[in-house]
């Protein structure tokens, strides 16, 4: 039994896309059936439109990718229009990101969600690394993180759970995860990105156009792992989306037996499309050959 919940939403599959890495779903669409994903994660949407910051935007390293993409979106309206219907008439659950620079905007966009259908509920990303200054990151102040979750809750549809994504760039993300799931946070996205750089040695300057970026990818899986761990010892009834790094079933199964009911799977995708499916498969292998028969037995199971 592979089923699970983000909250109170009930999914399918504890295998979910990753914020960012797929865009809106569509163009995994040739590799793999949408609507066996537990849901598709969405890119982060902001109130209006934007084109992100300068290229280059993308780097990659012996073990992970960082980029600067910048919040590059179609805002609200156009996603409204165009892309959650597309979604929602193929049956495949939204969870949609949201992003913004004001606690207002968060808000905002959270009413513009409000019944939407397909939306199962929202992922609140206050850890974008590729802001003006470290000040905008949200998640790396528990006050502020904390500030932008109560009024995201207030606004939100009380149907949709509202999942806070934590950033791994902070001392304690303990407090953090305490701070928002206290605001109202009905479960906690680990991780958003840790913030690098890369230097070009021919050049002997930052390959990014925005100079430093987000890595993901193998790189973070460690940490990530880390963090859902010493998050669900501490507060083991939060629901915990892990991501960071997962490529295959036992990759998933780390972040499973450390916390998470849910997992997302990102930078996979940019080479096997299809990844996400085959997380799911080897994950459940994985569960059986070691005497599960439910993934929510696993759930925590490191801990015990
Ligand atoms: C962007 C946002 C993120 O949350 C992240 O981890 C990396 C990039 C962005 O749009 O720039």
């Not at 207030?154 to 407090?175: G, N």
């Not at 960071?244 to 940019?270: E, M, N, P, Y």
């Not at 292998?285 to 070691?290: C, G, I, T």
Request: charged share 15%.
């Amino acid at each position: 039994d592979m089923t699970t919940a983000l909250g109170t939403a009930p999914l399918g599959s504890p295998v979910l896309t990753a914020s960012g890495c797929s865009a809106f779903g569509q163009e995994l669409e040739p590799f793999v059936d949408l609507a066996g994903l537990g849901a598709v994660v969405t890119k982060s949407v902001q109130l209006r439109p934007r084109s992100g910051r300068p290229t280059p935007r993308m780097a990659e390293t012996p073990s992970g990718m960082l980029n600067s993409i910048g919040l590059q979106g179609p805002g609200i309206e156009g996603l409204l229009a165009g892309e959650l219907p597309w979604l929602a008439q193929r049956g495949v659950p939204a969870f949609v990101s949201i992003a913004g620079t004001r606690v207002e905007d968060f808000a905002e966009l959270a009413a513009r969600l409000r019944g939407v259908p397909g939306v199962l509920g929202l992922e609140v990303n206050i850890s974008c690394p590729n802001v003006e200054s470290r000040g905008e990151v949200f998640a790396c102040d528990p006050v502020a993180a904390s500030e932008v979750v109560s009024a995201v809750r207030a606004a939100a549809d009380p149907a949709q759970p509202v999942y806070a994504k934590l950033s791994p760039d902070v001392t304690d993300i303990v407090s953090v995860a305490r701070a928002v799931s206290e605001a109202g946070a009905d479960g906690l996205s680990m991780i958003n990105t840790l913030l690098g750089l890369v230097i070009d040695p021919d050049t002997m300057k930052p390959v990014l156009g925005g100079v430093t970026g987000g890595l993901s990818g193998p790189a973070v899986r460690p940490v990530a792992v880390r963090c859902v761990w010493q998050v669900h010892a501490a507060l083991p009834e939060v629901p915990i989306l892990g991501m960071g790094g997962i490529r295959t079933g036992l990759d998933a199964l780390q972040f499973v037996l450390a916390g998470a009911s849910a997992v997302s799977v990102g930078t996979a995708v940019f080479h096997d499309p299809s990844a996400t499916a085959r997380v799911h498969r080897e994950l459940a292998e994985a569960l059986a050959a070691r005497g599960f028969s439910s993934l929510r037995e696993a759930v925590g199971y490191a801990h015990r």
